[in-house]
Every structure is written in C-alpha cells, then in structure tokens.
C-alpha cells in the first residue's frame, strides 16, 4: 500500500515562500509520475505542478516562474518549493503519485496539507 504523507503547510505572507513535501512509503523512482494538486475554497482540485519520470516538469500557468517541483529520490521525497505567493494560493496541497501497471494506471494521494497566504 503506497502512502504519501505531506508536510509544510502553515500561514505565509503575500510574496513570501514556503516549501511543503510529500514524503513516500517507498521508492518514488517507481512512480511514472508525482505532482502536487491544489483545491482553494470553493474551487476544483487542480494541477499545480508534476515531475515525470525522466526529471520532465509540468506547471500551471498560474504558478510558472513562481514555483518549483523536485524530488530526491534517497530520501524519496517530493518538494514544491513556493515563492511570491498570493492570497489565491491559499489552499490544500495535496500529493499525487501515479503508477504504471502495463497498459493501466493507479493514483495515489496523501491527505493534504494547509497553505493559508494572508496578512
């Protein structure tokens, strides 16, 4: 059973940075893919960022520039390192994990973490 288990949520001022990371139960080189999703109140889950095995790395408009998604692969861990952030980043960051099985697919998803960006 695969876990993943973020951490490095809090409350951030405007244009400040935080790094929030999702830890996995093993090895993250064995998921095609690993990425973070947000849902801000109100709002739909949506992508923010996704790494691809083979180091691709996938952005929302809205967070490009902004943002960076790296993974060690020792420590099987996967950042998101956030910086200038705005109040409409306030949301649950949840981690996502996708792997291959022939010709299907299985996600996984931790349980979220709190970004709250407010003064």
């Known amino acids: 059973q695969v876990q993943l288990v973020e951490s490095g949520g809090g409350l951030v001022q405007p244009g400040g940075s935080l790094t929030v990371s999702c830890a996995a139960s093993?090895?993250?080189?064995?998921?095609?893919?690993m990425g973070w999703y947000r849902q801000g109140p109100g709002k739909q889950r949506e992508l923010v960022a996704r790494?691809?095995?083979?180091?691709?790395?996938n952005y929302a408009d809205s967070v490009k520039g902004r943002f960076t998604i790296s993974r060690d692969n020792a420590k099987n861990t996967v950042y998101l390192q956030m910086n200038d952030l705005k109040p409409e980043d306030t949301a649950i960051y949840y981690c996502?994990?996708?792997?291959?099985?022939?010709?299907?697919?299985?996600?996984?998803w931790g349980q979220g973490t709190q970004v709250t960006v407010s003064s």
């Open positions: 790494i691809i095995s083979g180091g691709i790395t």
């Open positions: 996502n994990a996708v792997r291959l099985y022939g010709l299907a697919s299985s996600d996984y």
């Open positions: 093993g090895s993250i080189s064995s998921f095609y893919a």
